[in-house]
């Protein structure tokens, strides 16, 4: 078995990386069929271990062969016959020519993708979803068409979306249809319904509340509401205690055409979300402001955006707050 020549060879060059026979002729300079019928030999033998991938056969020296003197003699052997004529140099060159495709698939860049959001962006953030220490529950509240559940979904173990117009729940229906997303339900209801306070979790129960949501999202939502201050309230008893509510929302402008598009506030000052948050008793408040080139190409693109960040404080803290502004 191993007096052949070539076999030591081929097992010199499989034992320093796993080749494809294909790779293994062009070394060897040696047909595929003859190089298939000595690895045959080897891997009858228990030298060789094999592995289809698609088309291709990958081979590779088996690693408990390797123990054998006689094999570890026959390696000895192999490589240095590899050495001397060169084919052992040259591995370097072939597996760099395994890159050749991409590198020209690569070179051949669409303009117009720069530009969109990726389509595959739901397994990036299924990915980034693990990395949450909370994911069990989050909430979109005002969810309109549903735009934020594309998002949420992937994030998620499961979304609970409210909103108050059955247009807008029909269309964000219709969304998560089409995304295939099973772990949304979505919830006709006020922000203060008792019928939402059950679907997180949050209901009252023998005068204290349980509960809640990991996450609460309100996306454009605030500078709707008559009372904003009241909805930040609300919204924060829907947070689980620990966790965390995100506003997404307008700096203040001066730009009255947003009255047209149902707008009662004009924005709102980041010490006005940051009186909001604190009067709604939770902790950790931050804003941040939002790029101008992330706020897409939508009617209210040209408005400064900004987001309110806070935490939920623990089921004790957050009832001593309440208590005290009762």
């Not at 495709?101 to 397994?123: L, N, Q, T």
């Not at 000052?269 to 008793?281: I, W």
Request: aromatic letters at 4%.
């Amino acid at each position: 078995m191993l007096a052949e020549p070539m076999r030591l060879r081929l097992l010199a060059l499989a034992a320093d990386d796993e080749l494809s026979i294909g790779e293994l002729a062009e070394l060897l300079g040696e047909s595929q069929p003859n190089v298939s019928r000595h690895a045959a030999a080897l891997r009858q033998a228990g030298l060789l271990r094999d592995r289809r991938e698609g088309t291709r056969t990958l081979v590779r020296v088996a690693a408990e062969a390797t123990r054998d003197a006689v094999v570890a003699d026959a390696l000895a052997s192999g490589r240095g016959l590899c050495e001397r004529d060169g084919s052992l140099a040259r591995i370097a060159r072939v597996l760099r020519a395994r890159e050749a495709a991409a590198h020209e698939f690569f070179s051949r860049a669409e303009r117009s993708k720069v530009d969109s959001v990726p389509s595959e962006i739901g397994a990036y953030l299924a990915v980034l979803g693990q990395l949450l220490a909370r994911r069990e529950l989050a909430l979109d509240a005002g969810t309109g068409d549903g735009r934020l559940l594309e998002l949420l979904a992937p994030l998620y173990e499961r979304v609970v979306a409210v909103d108050r117009s059955v247009e807008q729940l029909a269309l964000a229906r219709e969304r998560v249809a089409r995304r295939g997303f099973a772990n949304v339900s979505f919830l006709r209801a006020e922000l203060d319904s008792s019928e939402l306070q059950r679907a997180v979790g949050a209901a009252a129960e023998g005068g204290k509340p349980r509960g809640g949501a990991d996450a609460v999202f309100a996306s454009r939502v605030l500078h709707h509401a008559p009372q904003p201050a009241k909805v930040v309230g609300q919204l924060a008893g829907l947070c689980a205690p620990g966790g965390a509510l995100v506003v997404l929302d307008y700096v203040r402008h001066d730009d009255e055409s947003m009255r047209d598009q149902a707008d009662a506030w004009l924005g709102f000052e980041p010490a006005e979300l940051r009186r909001f948050a604190r009067s709604a008793g939770l902790d950790d408040v931050r804003i941040i402001k939002i790029p101008p080139s992330l706020c897409g190409d939508g009617p209210d693109h040209h408005l400064p955006w900004q987001a309110l960040i806070a935490r939920n404080p623990s089921e004790g803290v957050h009832g001593n707050r309440r208590r005290k502004e009762a």
